[in-house]
């Protein structure tokens, strides 16, 4: 095997799974749960399930105490206020515009991982990634467009850059606390533990309750979203960024976007368009020419 398979499984895992939570998402928004409870199930399971893989690891859950500070603001970050943000900005703004914000974390994460790591970044990734960007615009130009007819535009793409900024800050969290030598597992397990508290003690407080929906397509689409879209799918994202840095781990969200359409192609009847042929074509080469070695 050569030393580009494992980046390449590393990359290709998060980027299929999270590409199909785009759609298995759709049913937890049509249970009527409220979104701090849906994204608190989400994390809460998850942790207990990377807690379970840690011990079976033989790795220790006990961690220094200064780390459970960066450990409890990464959770109240990553994996409350980024999901948050995503839920409250496509209520404003197209799911499209959102997909192409996130792939400013490209440029979030080459700055974070030059400033906070050292990480070199050449000129021709900056530019093919680049490419990708333009050709997820070209993907989702139709709704983009569209956007100024929204009332509350300038709202949703501000809660949708609030999404992008604390996502690359929470990729700075957690490769800090990896870096001190922390296993990844227990840190992914007490991040995603503190955050699914701080979503439920905020939706206690604010008045929303505890829902839970029993019908099985709210519960297997949970399961999903923390088997699948979140133990698995964040241990390999981190393992890449580990491996490849930040800004390479950040080049999945140019690439979502596509297999997300194929998807929504197949199950929910979206129309394929010369432009957004165009747009997935460029991502694609832009990929390829980003990752391939120098």
Request: proline content about 5%; some cysteine; hydrophobic content about 55%.
């Amino acid at each position: 095997m050569s030393s580009a398979s494992p980046s390449r499984w590393l990359f290709w895992g998060p980027t299929l799974i999270w590409a199909s939570t785009w759609h298995v998402i759709l049913y937890q928004l049509d249970s009527g749960v409220p979104v701090f409870n849906s994204v608190a199930w989400r994390f809460g399971l998850a942790a207990v399930l990377l807690a379970a893989m840690a011990r079976w690891q033989g790795v220790s859950l006990r961690l220094p105490g200064s780390a459970h500070v960066l450990m409890l603001a990464t959770g109240i970050v990553q994996y409350s206020g980024n999901y948050l943000s995503v839920y409250q900005a496509e209520r404003h703004i197209p799911s499209g515009l959102v997909a192409v914000l996130f792939c400013l974390m490209v440029y979030g994460n080459a700055l974070s991982g030059r400033v906070f790591f050292g990480q070199p970044v050449t000129r021709r990734f900056l530019v093919s990634a680049s490419g990708g960007v333009l050709g997820v615009v070209l993907i989702f130009w139709p709704e983009i467009a569209a956007t100024g007819a929204r009332p509350t535009a300038a709202l949703g793409l501000g809660l949708g850059l609030c999404a992008v900024l604390v996502a690359c800050i929470g990729n700075v969290l957690t490769l800090t606390l990896t870096k001190r030598g922390l296993p990844l597992v227990p840190v992914l397990a007490w991040s995603m533990g503190y955050g699914a508290v701080f979503l439920l003690g905020v939706s206690v407080v604010s008045g929303q309750g505890l829902h839970f929906d029993l019908r099985l397509p709210y519960v297997l689409s949970l399961l999903y979203l923390s088997v699948a879209g979140s133990v698995i799918a964040f241990v390999l994202y981190f393992k890449l960024a580990q491996a490849r840095g930040p800004a390479h781990a950040a080049l999945t969200g140019v690439v979502i976007p596509v297999i997300a359409l194929v998807i929504s192609a197949v199950f929910e009847g979206w129309q394929v368009t010369p432009l957004a042929v165009g747009g997935m074509g460029l991502c694609l080469v832009s990929l390829w020419v980003a990752t391939r070695p120098a």
